[in-house]
C-alpha cells in the first residue's frame, strides 16, 4: 500500500507534470488577459492554384501575442481556449480579422477561410454573430469557408450533417480540414457533402511523400474525392520537389510555406497584389 502511494505521488509531482501545468497557467493568464486587452488576432496565408499562380483564398489563423509580445502558437491555446470557454470569441475576432481583408481587398471570388472547431459547429449563435459582422463589413456568405476537423464529425454525426447543410442554407463554404490524419474513410465523410477537402500535411511533409506508394494512396483520395464533388486542396507543401509530387497528382490549389507563410494583415495585402502584378505580366 505505501509502495503504491509512493508511487502515486512520484507521478503527481513528477517534474515533466509541473513543468507542463505550469506551461498551462501561464498559457491560460495569456488568454485571459489576451482577450481583457484585445491580444488576439489572425494571419493570413494565401491558397493558389497550381496552374495560373492566382491567389484564391487564404485561411485565417488565429496568433496571441503575450505581455512580453512573444508569439503564443494556436497549438498551445486553442485547447486552453476551449477548455476555459473563450474559444468564441477568438474565433468572432478571427472571424472579425477575416470580413475586414477581404472587404479591404473587394475581390468577389475571394475566400476567406475560419477554423470552426466540434462544439462550435453547434453554436449557432456564434454563427449568427458572423453574419452579422459580415454584413457590416459588405461581406457575402459565399466568401467564407468554414474549416472543420473530422474529429469533429465522430461524436454526433446526425447533428453535425444538420449543422453543415444549415451553413450551407446561408452560402457558406465547408472544408474538411487535415483529411487523413484522422480515422475517417471517404465513404464516411461523403454524406457531410463538404465542398472541399484538404488533405493533411502529412501527405507532402514526410520523408517518403515521394513513394511509388504515397503517390497511390494520395492519388486515390484525389479521384474519389472529385468523384465525390469535392475539390482537393494540399496543405503543407514547402519545396519544389512537394510541388511536383502534388502538381504531378493533379492536385488544383496549394497552400504552403512555398508560398507564403502565415502573414499578418498588411503584408497579405502586399503579398496580393504583387501576386496580381505578376499574373498580369505574365
Ligand atoms: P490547420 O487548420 O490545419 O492550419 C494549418 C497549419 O499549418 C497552420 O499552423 C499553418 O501555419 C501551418 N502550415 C501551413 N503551411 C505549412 C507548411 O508548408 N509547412 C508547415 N510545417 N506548416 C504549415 P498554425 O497557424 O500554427 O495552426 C495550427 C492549428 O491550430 C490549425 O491547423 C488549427 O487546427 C488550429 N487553429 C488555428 N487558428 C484557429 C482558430 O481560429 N480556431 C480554431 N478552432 N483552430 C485554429
Ligand atoms: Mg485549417
Ligand atoms: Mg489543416
Ligand atoms: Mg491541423
Redesign the pocket.
Known sequence: QAKKQGKMRSVLFSPELVEFEKQRQLIETAVREGIEHGRFSAYF?PKVRIDTGAIVGF?A??RLRDDQSALV???AF?PVAQDSGV?EY??YA?AESTCKLLQQLAQPGLVGA????PTQLNDLRLIADIRTIMASYDVVPQQIEF?I?EEELIGNPQIAKQNLDLLRSFGFRTTL??FGAGYSSLGQIKKYAFDTLKLD?LFV?TEDYNSTAAYGVVNSIQALANTLGMAVVA????TAAQMDFVRAIGIEIV????YSE?LPLEAFVEFYYANQRTLKRS
Not at 235 to 238: D, K
Not at 255 to 258: E, V
Open positions: 496565408q485561411e489563423l488565429a502558437q494556436p497549438i486553442i474559444l477568438i474565433t478571427v475560419i477554423n470552426i472547431s474549416e476537423t480540414d487535415d500535411q511533409n496543405e503543407g507543401v514547402e497552400q504552403g510555406f512555398y502565415p
